[in-house]
C-alpha cells in the first residue's frame, strides 16, 4: 500500500518513512503544503500522515480542502500540538487519527494499519481468506498456523486484496497501490506478481474476472 508522509522536519520525516517503508508500504515523502495538497489530489495514495505545521499552506487547511473536495483517504495528524482543543479541532476536520510528538515508530505504524482496518470494514488485524489468515502485525500469510513465507512485494499483493474482499481491483489499481510512483515497472509485473502468489497460496484464493482484474472473496461467499 502507498503512504504519502506530508512533514517539513527532515529527521521526523525520515523516522516515519523508514517505519512505515519497514512495515510495507511504498512511502512518499512532501515537505510543502501546497506541493502535498497537490500530490495528495491526483495520486491514488491508501493513506496520508500529515503534520500541522507546514510551509506555503498549513496542515489542518490543507486536511480542510481535501475533505471539502471529497477526499475520503484516511489522514493521520502527526504534530506536536496536543492540547485537548487542538485535538478535538483535528478530528472534527476529518483527521481519522491524532498522534502528539514525540512518539514511537512503532505506535505510527500501528495506527496506521488500524485506520487502514476501519476503512475497509475490518475489525480485526488478522484477515480471512479462505483457509488463510493474514496476519497485518506480523506482516505474515499463514495456513492451519503455518507462515507461507511470501516476499514483502507477495504480501503486499494478497494483502491489498484482502483489504477490499469483494470487489475486483484491477491491475493499473494494483500497480498504483504496490509501487512507489518513480518505481519503473514492467507491464506485466502484477500479472506476473499474481502467478507467484498463486503458487504460494493455491490457485483459488486469487481469482480473475477476465478484463477487469483480481479479486478475493468476502466473508461468507
Given at each position: 500500500?502507498?503512504?504519502?508522509?506530508?512533514?517539513?522536519?527532515?529527521?521526523?520525516?525520515?523516522?516515519?518513512?523508514?517505519?512505515?517503508?519497514?512495515?510495507?508500504?511504498?512511502?512518499?515523502?512532501?515537505?510543502?503544503?501546497?506541493?502535498?495538497?497537490?500530490?495528495?489530489?491526483?495520486?491514488?495514495?491508501?493513506?496520508?500522515?500529515?503534520?500541522?505545521?507546514?510551509?506555503?499552506?498549513?496542515?489542518?487547511?490543507?486536511?480542510?480542502?481535501?475533505?471539502?473536495?471529497?477526499?475520503?483517504?484516511?489522514?493521520?495528524?502527526?504534530?506536536?500540538?496536543?492540547?485537548?482543543?487542538?485535538?478535538?479541532?483535528?478530528?472534527?476536520?476529518?483527521?481519522?487519527?491524532?498522534i502528539v510528538k514525540p512518539f514511537r515508530p512503532e505506535e505510527l505504524v500501528a495506527r496506521v494499519r488500524a485506520v487502514l482496518r476501519r476503512s475497509s470494514g475490518l475489525a480485526s488485524p488478522r484477515i480471512e481468506v479462505g483457509d488463510l489468515v493474514i496476519d497485518t502485525r506480523?506482516?505474515?500469510?499463514?495456513?492451519?498456523?503455518?507462515?507461507?513465507?511470501?516476499?514483502?512485494?507477495?504480501?503486499?499483493?494478497?494483502?491489498?486484496?484482502?483489504?477490499?474482499?469483494?470487489?475486483?481491483?484491477?491491475?493499473?489499481?494494483?500497480?498504483?497501490?504496490?509501487?512507489?510512483?518513480?518505481?519503473?515497472?514492467?507491464?506485466?509485473?502484477?500479472?506476473?506478481?499474481?502467478?507467484?502468489?498463486?503458487?504460494?497460496?493455491?490457485?483459488?484464493?486469487?481469482?480473475?474476472?477476465?478484463?477487469?482484474?483480481?479479486?478475493?472473496?468476502?466473508?461468507?461467499?
Amino acid at each position: 500500500m502507498r503512504a504519502l508522509v506530508i512533514e517539513d522536519d527532515p529527521r521526523i520525516a525520515s523516522t516515519m518513512a523508514a517505519a512505515l517503508a519497514a512495515a510495507g508500504f511504498a512511502v512518499t515523502g512532501e515537505t510543502d503544503g501546497e506541493e502535498a495538497w497537490f500530490r495528495g489530489s491526483t495520486e491514488p495514495f491508501d493513506v496520508i500522515v500529515l503534520d500541522l505545521g507546514l510551509p506555503q499552506l498549513d496542515g489542518m487547511t490543507l486536511l480542510k480542502r481535501w475533505r471539502q473536495e471529497g477526499m475520503t483517504r484516511p489522514v493521520i495528524i502527526v504534530t506536536a500540538r496536543g492540547h485537548w482543543a487542538e485535538r478535538v479541532d483535528g478530528i472534527e476536520a476529518g483527521a481519522d487519527d491524532y498522534i502528539v510528538k514525540p512518539f514511537r515508530p512503532e505506535e505510527l505504524v500501528a495506527r496506521v494499519r488500524a485506520v487502514l482496518r476501519r476503512s475497509s470494514g475490518l475489525a480485526s488485524p488478522r484477515i480471512e481468506v479462505g483457509d488463510l489468515v493474514i496476519d497485518t502485525r506480523m506482516q505474515q500469510v499463514l495456513r492451519g498456523g503455518v507462515p507461507l513465507g511470501l516476499t514483502p512485494k507477495e504480501y503486499s499483493l494478497l494483502s491489498y486484496l484482502a483489504h477490499n474482499q469483494g470487489r475486483v481491483v484491477s491491475q493499473l489499481e494494483l500497480t498504483e497501490h504496490l509501487y512507489a510512483q518513480d518505481f519503473e515497472r514492467d507491464s506485466n509485473s502484477i500479472e506476473v506478481l499474481v502467478g507467484r502468489v498463486r503458487r504460494r497460496v493455491g490457485g483459488q484464493i486469487i481469482k480473475t474476472r477476465r478484463g477487469f482484474g483480481y479479486y478475493v472473496e468476502g466473508p461468507g461467499a
